[in-house]
């Protein structure tokens, strides 16, 4: 019985052909657009991890504290929700490095007359804390203390990069959800014209003795054929795009910076998963509208 | 009430009214058809010979009155087993009713289909019953493709391929020509030999005085009683 309703649901595919390619390309482009905003998401995502990994908060310190407050100020840093290691830089130490790192300017270093350098905590965070708002929250506690001086926390463009990330994020949650329901409602459409335009030979199914499950769900597979496979359209298209802009973005300014990742199997899974979902939907809509008589 | 354990009985109905809005159509029909019966409605255009069959397979409910089919009460079918009631039907349409973009073979075995058949019985059954109209040939063919009496021929198969207790038949000779409307009452005429109960809607007085039966005639709706006749395949009533 199962091949037969897979049989018929095909016929009916190709006999209206023309409706059905119209809702597959509906489909395939709905799940272009939803997908790729996906795929951005998640890189984004990986880059900004990457980012806030190297994330760390610097507080320089004022000149001549004792050593014994040193250690106390370091316990009580450490203390702080969402630390995850203090490491003290001694203004000697950050001379060194500095002059290292810059061999080949040594000669500015010959005009000083003092180390201008403070001594420092570099202090990182736990990875739950790597929120923008909790290292905010944490370097205004370590910069009220009396014996810092300045507290760094790396790049403020971050910040608001951040923000911006999650402005997009909504956007995109929104976007997908209006492209979710336009693909529900074409794909409920053309069903509907394919039923209208089926009506004779429903009724005849009906005047045989056919139950109503017999005569639906030929149609409900259509539905999630025409899901699966628009889905499968519009991933492959995805995937020729992001081979183009990949060998672009590796030739290009951000080479070996970050590594951009195309879609997950579980992703294209769960993708493909709810473009079916649509096409049921769609069915079941329209269905439930033509059939009830 | 109407006793639902009637045995000999494959139709009765009791006081039936239909009307169409305010129209009436079928006015306090009472009448009784056993298993077995050769029986044709017949009367004038428009006096509810049809809605008189509609009634029977629940295309059409009944405004007053009870329907019994085979000791099944018609109020009281669900929605649900409306699919059920109508497998007890053959059902022979004028228009013939054929899925067009469907093979002969197809059109035929939708009814099986329909009722859940292993798909080796179905190849086997609508095989014979073709054979048995004459379309074992044509069994690939478009119904377009056909004329008139061969789509009733397959109209016929799709009647009796499920092997009905009734035959229902609303003018099925109504568009086909002498040669084809006496091949398909000779196949109506041969099932009903081999046992089924065959209803047949017409108002063609030639068919009835050439094929002979039990007839029923419908005036404006009502029942008229004293037209009833009973003969013979071979003897003329009129």
New interface residues.
Partial sequence: MTILFFKRAIEDFRNNRLLNVVTLLTVSLSILIVSAFVLFFINTSEIMNFWKKGLRVMAYLKADIPGSELLDLRRQIQTLSGVESVIFISKDDAYKQLKAQMKRQASLFDNLDKNPLPDAFEIRMSPSTRSWEKVEFLATQIESRDEVEEVEYGQKWLGRFTQIFDLFTLTGYAMCTIFFMAAVFIMANTIRLVIYSRRDEIEIMRLVGAAERFIKIPFYIQGLLQGALGACIGLAILFVAFLFMASNIERGFFSGLFNIQFLSPLFLGIIILISMLVGWLGSYLSLKQFLKG | MIDANEKSSVIRMFHVHHNYGIQKALIDITLDIPKNDFVFITGPSGAGKTTLLKLL?L?EAVTEGQVLIDGMNLSRVPR?RI?????K?G?IFQDY???A?RTVFDNVS??L????KKRRLILKKVRSVLRLVGMEDRQTALPLSLSGGEQQRVAVA?ALV?DPKIILADEPTGSLDDDSAGIIMDLLKDVHIRGTTVIIATHDKDLIRKTGGRVLFLKEGRLDTSSFVEKDYDNSIF
Avoid: Q, S
């Avoid at chain 2, 699919?83 to 497998?87: A, N």
């Avoid at chain 2, 289909?113 to 859940?116: L, M, R």
């Fill in positions: 397979y295309a649900k699919p059920l009631l109508r497998r039907f059902i009713k054929l899925i973009n939708l009814v289909e329909a009722a859940g799709r499920g």
